[in-house]
């Protein structure tokens, strides 16, 4: 898909695996957005299409390319971008594709709240917070902090 991006987001925040796995350990951030700002920000992005990820067992055929006679160009589309195997369900994930590659620029008003990782060093919070605080325009985000509830292992946040 030369040309093509792709931006990936969970609609949740309180999976361990996600935080493991895409936070260093957790010491990384989690971005909340407000979806419909978020969705608007991107009109002049180029945006093609998005939606929520639908699972599928391992084992189910997708559509391939050389089907597309059979079958249009949407449901090949469909089943290649926007399907993965139920191994990754725990993800959660909604997909938007753009017809560019490189990044993807959206509004400020987008950006609803940060969360931190129970193990992000409290200088790297300390700077976001500052950074997000010095800019007029990202004033209203705010700022949690993951925690773990080691008796359910249940993820809780604390607002900073």
Same mark, same amino acid.
């Not at 030369?2 to 999976?15: D, E, H």
């Given at each position: 898909? +030369?040309?093509?991006? @792709? =931006?990936?987001?969970?609609?949740? $925040?309180? %999976? &361990?695996?996600?935080?493991?796995?895409?936070?260093? $350990?957790?010491?990384?951030?989690?971005?909340?957005?407000?979806?419909?700002?978020?969705?608007?920000?991107? #009109?002049?992005?180029?945006?093609?299409?998005?939606?929520?990820?639908?699972? @599928?067992?391992?084992?189910?055929?997708? *559509?391939?390319?050389? $089907?597309?006679?059979?079958?249009?160009?949407?449901?090949?589309?469909? %089943? +290649?971008?926007?399907?993965?195997?139920?191994?990754? &369900? =725990? !993800?959660?994930? =909604?997909?938007?594709?753009? !017809? /560019?590659?490189? &990044?993807?620029? =959206?509004?400020?008003?987008? @950006?609803? /709240? *940060?969360?931190?990782?129970?193990?992000?060093?409290?200088?790297?919070?300390?700077?976001?917070?500052?950074?997000? #605080?010095? $800019? #007029? %325009? &990202?004033?209203?985000?705010?700022?949690?902090?993951?925690?773990?509830?080691?008796?359910? #292992?249940?993820? /809780?946040?604390?607002? *900073?």
């Amino acid at each position: 898909m +030369n040309g093509w991006g @792709i =931006y990936c987001v969970s609609l949740t $925040n309180k %999976s &361990l695996s996600l935080w493991d796995r895409y936070t260093d $350990n957790y010491r990384g951030i989690c971005i909340e957005y407000d979806p419909e700002a978020f969705e608007l920000s991107l #009109q002049e992005e180029k945006l093609f299409y998005h939606r929520k990820i639908s699972y @599928i067992e391992s084992g189910e055929k997708r *559509i391939e390319s050389e $089907n597309l006679v059979d079958s249009s160009f949407a449901d090949y589309f469909i %089943s +290649n971008y926007f399907m993965k195997t139920a191994d990754w &369900l =725990y !993800e959660d994930e =909604y997909r938007f594709v753009f !017809e /560019k590659e490189g &990044l993807v620029k =959206y509004g400020h008003s987008a @950006i609803k /709240k *940060i969360y931190f990782g129970c193990y992000t060093p409290e200088i790297y919070i300390k700077y976001v917070i500052e950074k997000f #605080q010095e $800019n #007029q %325009s &990202l004033r209203h985000v705010t700022f949690e902090r993951m925690g773990l509830d080691f008796d359910t #292992q249940e993820i /809780k946040f604390t607002p *900073i």
